[in-house]
């Protein structure tokens, strides 16, 4: 059973940082790429960042480039969200994505989400 | 960039209605277009994906078609767990992915 368990999010000051991660399980985390989505409260679904299977591609929002860093330790099955200079625009509810890399489904399986905020 | 909208922000229908909600990208996407289904407090659900492609599962009366630019999602005969908010995304390039706005359904 593919499982995504999102973690790491809390309260942080305005210009502070935080580290998502996410654990996945259940397929071949490798072959997959893997993403990052949020939600502001009550807003809609925002893409945040994309990596390939081998971690040499990233691809991120413009809001966010410069200042998030999205990485993945294929040995351990997760990939995390490194976030930085945060502002109150970052809070949200993260959550990490499979990419069905094989049928180009796009996003099959969601972790929970981790709340990240970020007071005013 | 590519941008997404979507029509009617906020749809009201009744159970048994056909629903139709429509997206439009800025520019041609080919048929790279998914929707999702997300109720409060939940993860979004795929439902559909290259545009008209039914993600194992999801029951056969929501469809999807368009390419290029115009989309629609249509749930045939509604149903009372249907009540939800639904979102496109496009999916044109690993580079940038977007969702629409959103559709919900009352």
């Known amino acids: 059973e593919v499982q995504l368990v999102d973690s790491g999010g809390g309260l942080v000051q305005p210009g502070g940082s935080l580290r998502l991660s996410c654990a996945a399980s259940?397929?071949?985390?490798?072959?997959?790429?893997m993403s990052w989505v949020r939600q502001a409260p009550g807003e809609g679904l925002e893409w945040v960042a994309n990596?390939?299977?081998?971690?040499?591609?990233?691809y991120y929002v413009d809001s966010v480039k410069g200042r998030f860093t999205v990485s993945r330790d294929n040995a351990k099955n997760s990939l995390f969200l490194q976030m930085n200079s945060l502002t109150v625009e970052d809070t949200a509810l993260y959550y990490c994505?499979?990419?069905?890399?094989?049928?180009?489904?796009?996003?099959?399986?969601w972790g929970q989400g981790t709340l990240v905020t970020v007071p005013s | 960039d590519i941008q997404m909208t979507q029509s009617p922000s906020t749809l009201s229908a009744s159970v048994g209605d056909r629903v139709t909600i429509t997206c439009r990208a800025s520019q041609t996407i080919s048929s790279w277009l998914a929707w999702y289904q997300q109720k409060p407090g939940k993860a979004p659900k795929l439902l559909m994906y290259k545009a008209s492609a039914l993600e194992s599962g999801v029951p056969s009366r929501f469809s999807g078609s368009g390419s290029e630019t115009d989309f629609t999602l249509t749930i045939s005969s509604l149903q009372p767990d249907d009540f939800a908010t639904y979102y496109c995304k496009q999916y044109n390039s690993y580079s940038f992915f977007t969702f629409g706005p959103g559709t919900k359904v009352v």
């Open positions: 259940g397929f071949a985390f490798e072959k997959h790429w």
């Open positions: 990596i390939n299977g081998d971690g040499s591609d990233k």
């Open positions: 994505a499979r990419y069905d890399t094989d049928n180009h489904k796009g996003f099959d399986y």
